[in-house]
Protein backbone atom coordinates (compact mmCIF):
# COMPACT_ATOMS: atom_id res chain seq x y z
CA UNK A 1 0.00 0.00 0.00
CA UNK A 2 1.99 3.32 -1.19
CA UNK A 3 0.51 6.71 -1.28
CA UNK A 4 2.23 9.47 -3.10
CA UNK A 5 1.30 13.28 -2.38
CA UNK A 6 2.99 16.13 -4.34
CA UNK A 7 1.62 19.33 -5.59
CA UNK A 8 2.80 21.29 -2.40
CA UNK A 9 4.69 24.77 -2.85
CA UNK A 10 5.05 28.24 -1.99
CA UNK A 11 2.43 30.59 -2.60
CA UNK A 12 1.15 34.54 -1.35
CA UNK A 13 -1.80 34.83 0.23
CA UNK A 14 -4.60 34.47 -1.65
CA UNK A 15 -2.89 31.87 -4.00
CA UNK A 16 -3.68 28.49 -4.87
CA UNK A 17 -2.58 24.95 -5.41
CA UNK A 18 -3.91 21.65 -6.28
CA UNK A 19 -2.41 19.20 -4.38
CA UNK A 20 -2.37 15.34 -5.69
CA UNK A 21 -2.55 11.84 -3.69
CA UNK A 22 -1.36 9.13 -6.01
CA UNK A 23 -2.65 5.61 -4.27
CA UNK A 24 -0.80 1.76 -5.11
CA UNK A 25 -0.90 -1.48 -4.05
CA UNK A 26 -4.83 -1.38 -3.17
CA UNK A 27 -8.18 -1.12 -5.04
CA UNK A 28 -8.48 2.63 -3.79
CA UNK A 29 -11.90 2.82 -5.28
CA UNK A 30 -13.33 0.81 -2.00
CA UNK A 31 -11.00 3.06 0.50
CA UNK A 32 -11.73 6.37 1.99
CA UNK A 33 -9.30 9.10 1.41
CA UNK A 34 -8.67 12.18 3.63
CA UNK A 35 -6.19 14.91 3.24
CA UNK A 36 -4.36 15.90 6.82
CA UNK A 37 -1.84 18.75 7.62
CA UNK A 38 0.49 19.50 9.99
CA UNK A 39 2.08 22.83 11.12
CA UNK A 40 5.35 23.06 12.98
CA UNK A 41 4.22 22.53 17.18
CA UNK A 42 0.67 21.65 16.74
CA UNK A 43 -1.20 18.55 16.13
CA UNK A 44 -1.76 17.08 12.64
CA UNK A 45 -5.49 17.67 11.85
CA UNK A 46 -7.85 16.73 9.42
CA UNK A 47 -8.91 19.03 6.28
CA UNK A 48 -10.84 17.59 4.02
CA UNK A 49 -11.73 13.59 3.55
CA UNK A 50 -13.99 11.82 0.79
CA UNK A 51 -15.37 8.87 1.27
CA UNK A 52 -15.63 5.63 -1.43
CA UNK A 53 -19.15 6.74 -2.24
CA UNK A 54 -18.10 10.14 -2.64
CA UNK A 55 -19.14 11.54 0.73
CA UNK A 56 -16.87 14.61 1.94
CA UNK A 57 -16.17 16.49 4.93
CA UNK A 58 -13.89 19.79 5.46
CA UNK A 59 -12.66 21.50 8.35
CA UNK A 60 -14.63 24.41 9.25
CA UNK A 61 -11.62 27.08 7.72
CA UNK A 62 -11.42 25.07 4.79
CA UNK A 63 -15.12 25.56 4.12
CA UNK A 64 -15.57 27.01 0.83
CA UNK A 65 -11.58 27.52 0.13
CA UNK A 66 -10.84 24.21 -0.23
CA UNK A 67 -12.36 21.35 -2.10
CA UNK A 68 -11.59 17.30 -2.43
CA UNK A 69 -12.18 15.18 -5.16
CA UNK A 70 -10.93 11.76 -6.75
CA UNK A 71 -10.97 10.20 -9.79
CA UNK A 72 -10.57 6.44 -9.26
CA UNK A 73 -9.52 5.80 -13.02
CA UNK A 74 -6.17 7.15 -12.28
CA UNK A 75 -5.73 6.17 -8.63
CA UNK A 76 -5.81 9.74 -7.76
CA UNK A 77 -7.63 12.12 -4.98
CA UNK A 78 -6.87 16.27 -5.39
CA UNK A 79 -6.89 18.55 -2.62
CA UNK A 80 -7.41 21.98 -4.48
CA UNK A 81 -7.02 24.66 -2.28
CA UNK A 82 -7.95 28.49 -3.19
CA UNK A 83 -7.62 32.11 -1.13
CA UNK A 84 -4.97 30.62 0.50
CA UNK A 85 -3.86 32.12 3.84
CA UNK A 86 -0.37 32.09 6.31
CA UNK A 87 -2.52 29.95 8.84
CA UNK A 88 -2.54 27.00 6.15
CA UNK A 89 1.06 26.90 6.09
CA UNK A 90 1.89 23.20 6.86
CA UNK A 91 2.73 19.79 5.76
CA UNK A 92 -0.10 18.26 4.04
CA UNK A 93 -0.63 14.81 4.07
CA UNK A 94 -2.96 11.93 2.54
CA UNK A 95 -4.22 9.11 3.83
CA UNK A 96 -6.39 5.96 3.24
CA UNK A 97 -8.05 3.84 5.46
CA UNK A 98 -11.32 1.86 5.25
CA UNK A 99 -14.34 0.73 7.67
CA UNK A 100 -14.01 4.28 9.21
CA UNK A 101 -16.87 4.78 12.11
CA UNK A 102 -19.76 6.54 10.83
CA UNK A 103 -18.98 10.20 12.24
CA UNK A 104 -16.07 12.30 13.26
CA UNK A 105 -14.40 9.91 10.76
CA UNK A 106 -11.84 12.43 9.11
CA UNK A 107 -9.43 11.82 11.87
CA UNK A 108 -6.02 10.86 11.62
CA UNK A 109 -5.86 7.68 14.10
CA UNK A 110 -8.48 5.97 12.13
CA UNK A 111 -6.25 6.01 9.20
CA UNK A 112 -3.88 3.64 8.41
CA UNK A 113 -2.30 3.78 5.52
CA UNK A 114 0.10 7.25 4.98
CA UNK A 115 1.94 8.83 1.88
CA UNK A 116 5.32 11.56 2.94
CA UNK A 117 4.12 14.79 3.50
CA UNK A 118 4.32 17.98 0.47
CA UNK A 119 5.21 21.26 1.96
CA UNK A 120 2.68 23.87 1.21
CA UNK A 121 4.53 27.50 2.48
CA UNK A 122 1.92 30.67 2.18
CA UNK A 123 3.61 34.09 2.39
CA UNK A 124 1.85 37.35 3.70
Known amino acids: VQLQASGGGLVQTGGSLRLSCTVS????????IGWFRQAPGKEREGVAC???????WYLDIAKGRFTISRYNAKKTAYLQMNRLEPEDTAVYFC???????????????????WGQGTQVTVSS
Open 95 to 113: AAGRNLPDSNWCRPDVFDS
Open 50 to 56: ISSTDGT
Open 25 to 32: GFDSDYYD
